[in-house]
């Protein structure tokens, strides 16, 4: 079949960055392929069984490490108040661990990727509207 590993370069993205983020979490997966799939049928198991496990197992960093499942069924709202409660527990019961205040587990409203351009292309838009 001849579908052969891609070698893209990092920051050398023409396409969307969500994309490209899912493309690297894909390829560093200890059971990504190292060589080509034999039939179009196995390429689409593999990719059926990484879908699970991306969307139902991997937890998410930007969305306060539940899975897109969580974050989209709401289950991540009381999955985040019991981590919560969790930590304030544990800096009650030894405060020496924290120099401040425990990881924020309210549940996000908004997922973006490169906070910062989107802030700085922010600021430019309000100075520019100004």
């Given at each position: 079949?001849?579908v052969?590993?891609?070698?893209?370069?990092?920051?050398?993205?023409?396409?969307?960055?969500?994309?490209?983020?899912?493309?690297?979490?894909?390829?560093?997966?200890?059971?990504?392929?190292?060589?080509?799939?034999?039939?179009?049928?196995?390429?689409?198991?593999?990719?059926?069984t990484?879908?699970?496990?991306?969307?139902?197992?991997?937890?998410?960093?930007?969305?306060?490490?539940?899975?897109?499942?969580?974050?989209?069924?709401?289950?991540?709202?009381?999955?985040?108040?019991?981590?919560?409660?969790?930590?304030?527990?544990?800096?009650?019961?030894?405060?020496?661990?924290?120099?401040?205040?425990?990881?924020?587990?309210?549940?996000?409203?908004?997922?973006?990727?490169?906070?910062?351009?989107?802030?700085?292309a922010?600021?430019?838009?309000?100075?520019?509207?100004a």
């Amino acid at each position: 079949m001849g579908v052969i590993p891609s070698f893209s370069r990092p920051s050398m993205s023409n396409d969307n960055p969500f994309s490209e983020s899912l493309f690297k979490t894909l390829k560093y997966r200890p059971e990504y392929p190292a060589k080509p799939f034999d039939t179009m049928l196995e390429a689409r198991e593999w990719v059926h069984t990484f879908t699970y496990w991306y969307n139902n197992v991997h937890l998410h960093s930007c969305i306060g490490f539940v899975t897109p499942a969580d974050r989209h069924n709401g289950n991540d709202v009381a999955v985040l108040a019991n981590r919560h409660q969790i930590y304030q527990k544990a800096k009650s019961k030894h405060p020496e661990r924290w120099s401040g205040r425990t990881r924020n587990w309210e549940p996000g409203t908004t997922v973006t990727l490169k906070k910062f351009k989107q802030q700085k292309a922010e600021k430019t838009a309000d100075k520019q509207a100004a």
